[in-house]
Protein backbone atom coordinates (compact mmCIF):
# COMPACT_ATOMS: atom_id res chain seq x y z
CA UNK A 1 0.00 0.00 0.00
CA UNK A 2 1.05 3.72 -0.70
CA UNK A 3 3.75 2.37 -2.66
CA UNK A 4 5.39 5.23 -5.25
CA UNK A 5 4.91 5.23 -8.81
CA UNK A 6 8.41 4.05 -9.36
CA UNK A 7 7.69 1.08 -6.96
CA UNK A 8 10.24 0.14 -4.47
CA UNK A 9 12.85 -0.98 -6.05
CA UNK A 10 14.61 2.93 -6.25
CA UNK A 11 14.34 3.71 -2.68
CA UNK A 12 15.47 0.37 -1.46
CA UNK A 13 18.44 1.00 -4.09
CA UNK A 14 19.16 4.64 -3.27
CA UNK A 15 19.44 4.00 0.88
CA UNK A 16 21.73 0.85 0.31
CA UNK A 17 24.26 2.79 -1.78
CA UNK A 18 24.28 6.14 0.49
CA UNK A 19 25.07 3.02 3.17
CA UNK A 20 27.64 1.32 1.31
CA UNK A 21 25.80 -1.53 1.73
CA UNK A 22 27.37 -4.62 0.66
CA UNK A 23 25.17 -7.21 2.51
CA UNK A 24 21.82 -7.06 4.29
CA UNK A 25 20.58 -9.99 6.71
CA UNK A 26 16.72 -10.08 7.48
CA UNK A 27 15.51 -11.63 10.54
CA UNK A 28 11.34 -11.40 11.36
CA UNK A 29 10.24 -10.74 14.66
CA UNK A 30 6.10 -11.07 16.17
CA UNK A 31 3.58 -9.71 14.89
CA UNK A 32 1.88 -7.50 17.48
CA UNK A 33 -1.76 -5.44 17.39
CA UNK A 34 -2.48 -2.66 19.77
CA UNK A 35 -5.26 0.05 19.68
CA UNK A 36 -5.98 -0.95 16.12
CA UNK A 37 -3.15 -0.77 14.57
CA UNK A 38 -0.84 -4.30 13.75
CA UNK A 39 3.45 -3.84 13.33
CA UNK A 40 5.02 -6.35 12.24
CA UNK A 41 8.83 -6.38 13.55
CA UNK A 42 11.95 -7.40 12.28
CA UNK A 43 16.00 -7.34 13.19
CA UNK A 44 18.52 -5.81 10.34
CA UNK A 45 21.91 -6.25 9.79
CA UNK A 46 24.00 -4.57 7.34
CA UNK A 47 27.80 -4.90 6.21
CA UNK A 48 28.67 -1.78 4.87
CA UNK A 49 31.59 -0.81 2.59
CA UNK A 50 33.43 0.47 5.32
CA UNK A 51 34.14 -2.52 7.57
CA UNK A 52 31.40 -1.79 9.88
CA UNK A 53 28.02 -3.78 10.58
CA UNK A 54 25.40 -1.83 11.63
CA UNK A 55 22.51 -3.73 13.10
CA UNK A 56 18.84 -2.61 14.33
CA UNK A 57 15.42 -3.16 14.88
CA UNK A 58 12.95 -2.04 12.57
CA UNK A 59 9.37 -2.52 11.66
CA UNK A 60 6.56 -2.55 9.24
CA UNK A 61 3.22 -1.26 9.72
CA UNK A 62 0.36 -3.52 8.25
CA UNK A 63 -2.91 -3.09 7.07
CA UNK A 64 -5.56 -5.44 5.84
CA UNK A 65 -7.34 -4.57 2.75
CA UNK A 66 -9.25 -7.13 0.31
CA UNK A 67 -8.93 -10.16 2.98
CA UNK A 68 -5.42 -9.74 2.88
CA UNK A 69 -2.84 -8.02 4.44
CA UNK A 70 -0.24 -5.42 3.29
CA UNK A 71 2.82 -3.20 4.25
CA UNK A 72 1.53 0.45 4.42
CA UNK A 73 5.01 1.85 3.04
CA UNK A 74 6.65 4.92 3.99
CA UNK A 75 10.31 5.28 4.39
CA UNK A 76 10.54 4.35 8.09
CA UNK A 77 10.09 1.11 6.74
CA UNK A 78 13.94 1.30 5.70
CA UNK A 79 14.67 2.67 9.10
CA UNK A 80 12.39 3.55 11.69
CA UNK A 81 13.47 6.61 12.00
CA UNK A 82 14.20 7.74 8.40
CA UNK A 83 11.06 10.20 7.63
CA UNK A 84 10.16 11.13 3.57
CA UNK A 85 12.18 13.41 2.15
CA UNK A 86 15.28 12.47 4.18
CA UNK A 87 18.50 10.36 3.19
CA UNK A 88 20.96 8.33 4.68
CA UNK A 89 24.69 10.24 4.96
CA UNK A 90 27.85 7.58 6.31
CA UNK A 91 30.08 10.03 7.25
CA UNK A 92 33.92 8.91 8.83
CA UNK A 93 36.28 10.46 11.30
CA UNK A 94 39.54 9.42 10.83
CA UNK A 95 42.60 9.46 13.57
CA UNK A 96 46.01 10.72 13.07
CA UNK A 97 47.68 8.60 10.97
CA UNK A 98 50.36 6.33 13.07
CA UNK A 99 54.19 7.01 12.88
CA UNK A 100 56.21 4.56 11.04
CA UNK A 101 59.07 3.83 13.47
CA UNK A 102 62.79 1.70 12.19
CA UNK A 103 64.82 -0.53 14.47
CA UNK A 104 66.32 2.28 16.78
CA UNK A 105 62.43 4.21 16.96
CA UNK A 106 63.32 6.84 14.27
CA UNK A 107 60.13 8.29 12.99
CA UNK A 108 60.25 7.28 9.15
CA UNK A 109 57.17 9.04 8.71
CA UNK A 110 57.52 12.01 9.85
CA UNK A 111 57.88 14.93 7.74
CA UNK A 112 61.30 15.92 8.86
CA UNK A 113 62.73 12.77 7.83
CA UNK A 114 61.01 12.68 4.35
CA UNK A 115 62.38 15.74 3.63
CA UNK A 116 66.11 14.69 3.94
CA UNK A 117 65.56 11.39 1.79
CA UNK A 118 62.16 11.60 -0.24
CA UNK A 119 63.02 7.94 -1.43
CA UNK A 120 61.57 7.11 1.90
CA UNK A 121 58.02 7.51 1.15
CA UNK A 122 58.65 4.05 -0.85
CA UNK A 123 59.25 2.27 2.43
CA UNK A 124 56.40 3.94 4.44
CA UNK A 125 53.99 5.88 1.78
CA UNK A 126 52.87 8.33 1.95
CA UNK A 127 49.06 10.07 2.91
CA UNK A 128 47.80 12.12 0.15
CA UNK A 129 44.23 13.67 -0.40
CA UNK A 130 41.95 11.23 -2.15
CA UNK A 131 40.75 12.19 -5.97
CA UNK A 132 36.98 11.40 -7.09
CA UNK A 133 38.14 8.56 -9.13
CA UNK A 134 40.56 7.56 -6.03
CA UNK A 135 37.52 7.33 -3.26
CA UNK A 136 35.25 5.50 -5.80
CA UNK A 137 37.65 3.05 -5.96
CA UNK A 138 37.72 2.60 -2.64
CA UNK A 139 34.49 2.98 -2.17
CA UNK A 140 31.99 4.19 0.73
CA UNK A 141 32.70 5.93 3.13
CA UNK A 142 35.75 7.62 1.43
CA UNK A 143 35.00 10.51 -0.30
CA UNK A 144 37.10 12.92 -2.76
CA UNK A 145 39.02 14.97 0.18
CA UNK A 146 39.36 12.37 2.42
CA UNK A 147 43.07 11.22 4.07
CA UNK A 148 44.33 8.26 2.03
CA UNK A 149 47.25 6.21 2.22
CA UNK A 150 49.21 5.71 -0.98
CA UNK A 151 52.67 4.32 -1.69
CA UNK A 152 55.04 2.16 -4.39
CA UNK A 153 55.40 -0.83 -1.86
CA UNK A 154 53.60 -3.45 -4.55
CA UNK A 155 56.51 -3.09 -6.61
CA UNK A 156 59.27 -3.66 -4.28
CA UNK A 157 57.13 -6.69 -2.58
CA UNK A 158 56.84 -8.24 -5.85
CA UNK A 159 60.48 -7.94 -6.81
CA UNK A 160 61.49 -8.99 -3.22
CA UNK A 161 59.16 -12.55 -3.62
CA UNK A 162 60.54 -13.07 -7.24
CA UNK A 163 63.76 -13.03 -5.82
CA UNK A 164 63.19 -14.95 -2.86
CA UNK A 165 61.22 -17.81 -4.42
CA UNK A 166 64.21 -18.36 -6.92
CA UNK A 167 66.58 -21.85 -6.47
CA UNK A 168 69.79 -20.24 -7.16
CA UNK A 169 72.01 -18.97 -4.19
CA UNK A 170 73.98 -16.73 -6.73
CA UNK A 171 74.00 -13.19 -5.68
CA UNK A 172 70.89 -11.27 -7.42
CA UNK A 173 70.62 -7.46 -8.37
CA UNK A 174 67.07 -6.17 -8.98
CA UNK A 175 66.27 -2.18 -10.15
CA UNK A 176 62.79 -1.61 -11.33
CA UNK A 177 61.87 1.75 -12.66
CA UNK A 178 58.66 3.63 -14.28
CA UNK A 179 59.74 4.95 -18.11
CA UNK A 180 56.73 8.06 -18.17
CA UNK A 181 58.28 9.29 -14.85
CA UNK A 182 61.84 7.89 -14.39
CA UNK A 183 60.21 6.99 -10.47
CA UNK A 184 62.73 3.79 -9.11
CA UNK A 185 59.75 1.75 -8.00
CA UNK A 186 61.61 -0.94 -6.77
CA UNK A 187 65.70 -1.57 -5.52
CA UNK A 188 66.55 -5.59 -4.63
CA UNK A 189 69.79 -6.97 -3.92
CA UNK A 190 71.01 -10.65 -2.34
CA UNK A 191 72.90 -10.47 -0.02
CA UNK A 192 73.01 -7.51 1.23
CA UNK A 193 76.37 -5.40 2.69
CA UNK A 194 77.59 -3.57 -0.62
CA UNK A 195 74.86 -1.53 -2.73
CA UNK A 196 75.68 -3.37 -6.24
CA UNK A 197 72.29 -2.86 -7.66
CA UNK A 198 72.83 1.07 -7.81
CA UNK A 199 76.75 1.58 -7.59
CA UNK A 200 78.32 -1.79 -9.13
CA UNK A 201 79.59 -1.91 -12.44
CA UNK A 202 78.88 -5.05 -14.47
CA UNK A 203 79.94 -5.80 -18.23
CA UNK A 204 76.83 -5.66 -19.93
CA UNK A 205 76.81 -8.75 -22.42
CA UNK A 206 74.45 -8.93 -25.11
CA UNK A 207 72.15 -6.86 -23.57
CA UNK A 208 75.02 -4.08 -24.91
CA UNK A 209 73.02 -5.26 -27.98
CA UNK A 210 70.41 -2.88 -27.68
CA UNK A 211 73.07 0.03 -27.74
CA UNK A 212 74.45 -1.13 -30.77
CA UNK A 213 70.99 -2.26 -32.43
CA UNK A 214 69.73 1.50 -31.77
CA UNK A 215 73.02 3.20 -33.19
CA UNK A 216 72.57 0.92 -36.58
CA UNK A 217 69.01 2.18 -36.91
CA UNK A 218 69.92 5.73 -37.21
CA UNK A 219 72.17 4.50 -40.00
CA UNK A 220 69.39 3.08 -41.99
CA UNK A 221 69.04 -0.68 -40.80
CA UNK A 222 65.37 -2.01 -39.98
CA UNK A 223 64.13 -5.18 -38.24
CA UNK A 224 64.01 -6.48 -42.07
CA UNK A 225 67.51 -5.76 -43.35
CA UNK A 226 69.17 -8.39 -44.47
CA UNK A 227 72.89 -10.21 -42.63
CA UNK A 228 74.70 -12.77 -42.19
CA UNK A 229 74.98 -15.05 -38.76
CA UNK A 230 78.66 -17.08 -38.72
CA UNK A 231 79.56 -18.84 -36.45
CA UNK A 232 82.64 -16.85 -35.39
CA UNK A 233 84.43 -13.98 -37.41
CA UNK A 234 87.75 -12.07 -37.37
CA UNK A 235 87.68 -8.65 -36.96
CA UNK A 236 91.00 -6.73 -36.32
CA UNK A 237 92.49 -10.16 -35.50
CA UNK A 238 89.99 -10.47 -32.73
CA UNK A 239 88.28 -13.82 -33.23
CA UNK A 240 83.65 -13.30 -32.18
CA UNK A 241 82.04 -16.54 -31.84
CA UNK A 242 78.60 -17.27 -30.83
CA UNK A 243 77.12 -19.42 -28.19
CA UNK A 244 78.66 -22.91 -28.89
CA UNK A 245 79.20 -21.66 -32.08
CA UNK A 246 76.23 -21.91 -33.43
CA UNK A 247 75.59 -20.31 -37.10
CA UNK A 248 72.47 -19.37 -38.67
CA UNK A 249 73.75 -18.04 -42.46
CA UNK A 250 71.83 -15.36 -43.97
CA UNK A 251 69.10 -14.30 -41.65
CA UNK A 252 67.32 -10.87 -40.93
CA UNK A 253 68.29 -8.15 -38.47
CA UNK A 254 65.28 -8.98 -36.25
CA UNK A 255 66.13 -12.84 -36.06
CA UNK A 256 69.95 -12.40 -35.11
CA UNK A 257 69.05 -9.79 -32.66
CA UNK A 258 66.60 -12.29 -31.17
CA UNK A 259 68.72 -15.22 -30.95
CA UNK A 260 72.05 -12.99 -29.81
CA UNK A 261 74.35 -13.39 -32.89
CA UNK A 262 77.66 -12.40 -31.28
CA UNK A 263 79.33 -12.61 -34.86
CA UNK A 264 76.29 -10.54 -36.65
CA UNK A 265 76.48 -7.60 -34.06
CA UNK A 266 80.63 -7.69 -34.52
CA UNK A 267 80.39 -7.38 -37.90
CA UNK A 268 78.00 -4.68 -38.32
CA UNK A 269 79.37 -2.55 -35.80
CA UNK A 270 83.16 -2.85 -37.50
CA UNK A 271 81.22 -1.81 -41.04
CA UNK A 272 78.95 1.29 -40.00
CA UNK A 273 79.54 2.34 -36.55
CA UNK A 274 82.81 3.27 -34.34
CA UNK A 275 83.08 4.69 -30.55
CA UNK A 276 82.09 7.97 -30.94
CA UNK A 277 78.98 6.70 -32.81
CA UNK A 278 77.99 4.13 -30.05
CA UNK A 279 79.33 6.69 -27.10
CA UNK A 280 76.69 9.16 -28.54
CA UNK A 281 74.12 6.41 -28.65
CA UNK A 282 74.66 5.63 -25.07
CA UNK A 283 74.09 9.16 -24.03
CA UNK A 284 70.93 9.45 -25.96
CA UNK A 285 69.77 6.66 -24.26
CA UNK A 286 70.90 8.08 -21.14
CA UNK A 287 69.44 12.12 -21.47
CA UNK A 288 67.15 11.50 -24.77
CA UNK A 289 65.45 8.60 -24.72
CA UNK A 290 64.04 8.07 -21.29
CA UNK A 291 64.08 10.09 -18.19
CA UNK A 292 66.94 9.61 -16.11
CA UNK A 293 66.03 7.61 -12.69
CA UNK A 294 64.53 9.59 -9.76
CA UNK A 295 65.60 7.60 -6.87
CA UNK A 296 64.71 10.82 -4.46
CA UNK A 297 61.85 13.08 -5.59
CA UNK A 298 61.47 15.23 -2.57
CA UNK A 299 62.69 17.96 -3.60
CA UNK A 300 61.32 17.64 -7.42
CA UNK A 301 63.64 17.09 -9.73
CA UNK A 302 65.18 19.75 -11.58
CA UNK A 303 65.40 20.78 -15.59
CA UNK A 304 67.63 17.88 -16.36
CA UNK A 305 64.82 15.31 -15.87
CA UNK A 306 62.61 16.46 -18.34
CA UNK A 307 61.90 13.74 -21.43
CA UNK A 308 63.24 14.10 -24.74
CA UNK A 309 61.57 12.48 -28.05
CA UNK A 310 63.67 9.14 -28.98
CA UNK A 311 63.83 8.91 -33.09
CA UNK A 312 60.80 6.86 -34.64
CA UNK A 313 63.20 4.90 -36.48
CA UNK A 314 64.83 3.85 -33.51
CA UNK A 315 61.18 2.71 -31.96
CA UNK A 316 60.16 1.39 -34.83
CA UNK A 317 63.80 -1.25 -34.81
CA UNK A 318 63.72 -1.95 -31.37
CA UNK A 319 60.62 -2.50 -30.67
CA UNK A 320 59.50 -5.56 -33.01
CA UNK A 321 63.00 -6.82 -32.08
CA UNK A 322 63.04 -7.05 -28.24
CA UNK A 323 59.23 -8.18 -28.78
CA UNK A 324 60.57 -11.25 -30.44
CA UNK A 325 63.68 -12.33 -28.14
CA UNK A 326 60.64 -13.26 -25.91
CA UNK A 327 58.50 -14.72 -28.73
CA UNK A 328 60.87 -17.08 -30.66
CA UNK A 329 63.94 -15.83 -29.42
CA UNK A 330 66.78 -16.61 -26.46
CA UNK A 331 63.61 -16.02 -23.78
CA UNK A 332 60.74 -17.83 -25.46
CA UNK A 333 60.86 -20.41 -23.52
CA UNK A 334 60.87 -18.32 -20.01
CA UNK A 335 57.03 -18.26 -20.27
CA UNK A 336 56.80 -14.27 -19.86
CA UNK A 337 52.46 -13.27 -19.77
CA UNK A 338 52.08 -11.06 -22.70
CA UNK A 339 53.46 -7.95 -23.77
CA UNK A 340 56.49 -8.27 -22.23
CA UNK A 341 59.71 -6.77 -24.20
CA UNK A 342 63.58 -7.76 -23.27
CA UNK A 343 66.79 -8.74 -24.10
CA UNK A 344 69.18 -11.70 -22.19
CA UNK A 345 72.32 -11.12 -21.78
CA UNK A 346 75.23 -13.45 -21.00
CA UNK A 347 78.59 -11.60 -19.93
CA UNK A 348 81.17 -13.73 -19.18
CA UNK A 349 84.41 -12.77 -16.82
CA UNK A 350 87.70 -13.90 -15.80
CA UNK A 351 90.22 -15.97 -17.77
CA UNK A 352 90.22 -19.26 -18.61
CA UNK A 353 88.93 -21.32 -21.75
CA UNK A 354 85.68 -21.62 -19.86
CA UNK A 355 84.91 -18.21 -17.92
CA UNK A 356 82.28 -17.83 -15.59
CA UNK A 357 79.62 -14.93 -16.99
CA UNK A 358 77.08 -12.91 -15.55
CA UNK A 359 73.38 -13.47 -16.60
CA UNK A 360 71.28 -10.24 -17.49
CA UNK A 361 67.55 -10.05 -18.42
CA UNK A 362 66.46 -6.17 -19.60
CA UNK A 363 63.23 -5.41 -20.30
CA UNK A 364 59.46 -3.36 -20.05
CA UNK A 365 56.10 -4.55 -19.67
CA UNK A 366 53.70 -1.46 -20.44
CA UNK A 367 54.83 1.54 -18.37
CA UNK A 368 56.95 -1.00 -15.28
CA UNK A 369 60.92 -1.57 -17.31
CA UNK A 370 63.30 -3.27 -15.22
CA UNK A 371 66.81 -5.09 -15.23
CA UNK A 372 67.83 -8.38 -13.07
CA UNK A 373 71.41 -9.37 -12.90
CA UNK A 374 72.52 -12.90 -11.50
CA UNK A 375 76.03 -12.80 -10.85
CA UNK A 376 77.64 -15.41 -11.96
CA UNK A 377 74.33 -17.21 -13.11
CA UNK A 378 75.52 -18.10 -16.45
CA UNK A 379 72.62 -18.16 -19.11
CA UNK A 380 70.48 -14.79 -19.23
CA UNK A 381 67.32 -16.75 -20.26
CA UNK A 382 68.01 -19.09 -17.58
CA UNK A 383 69.10 -17.34 -14.64
CA UNK A 384 67.49 -14.20 -14.55
CA UNK A 385 64.97 -14.76 -16.83
CA UNK A 386 62.84 -16.07 -14.56
CA UNK A 387 62.99 -13.97 -11.96
CA UNK A 388 61.76 -11.31 -14.33
CA UNK A 389 59.04 -13.33 -15.34
CA UNK A 390 58.15 -14.31 -11.79
CA UNK A 391 58.29 -10.13 -10.76
CA UNK A 392 55.54 -9.67 -13.27
CA UNK A 393 53.57 -12.25 -12.60
CA UNK A 394 53.62 -11.29 -8.81
CA UNK A 395 52.28 -7.35 -9.62
Avoid at 8 to 29: E, F, I, K, W
Avoid at 290 to 305: C, D, E, M
Wanted: aromatic share 6%; proline share 7%; net charge positive.
Amino acid sequence: MDVPRSGLARPLRQAATQLGVRRLRLASGPVTTSGGSTVARFTATADLASGHTWAYAGRLRLVRQDHRWWVSWSPAAIYPALRAGERFVLSAAWPQRAQVLAADETMLSSPQVVAESGSLQLLTGGVVTATAAQAKALGAPYQAGDQIGQGDMRYQLAASQAVRSTKTTKPIDMVVIQPSTGKVLAVVERPGGFDRALLGEFPPGSTFKVVTASALARTGMRPSTAVQCPSQVDIGGGIFHNDENEQFGATNLQTAFAVSCNSTFAMLAAQYLDGAALASMAAAIEHGSRLPPQLVTIPAPGPQARPHAISPAILDTLRPMMRAVVTTGTAAGVGFPPGVYGKTGTAQYGNGPNPPAHGWFIGYRGDVAFAVLVEGGGLGADSAGPIANAFLRNL
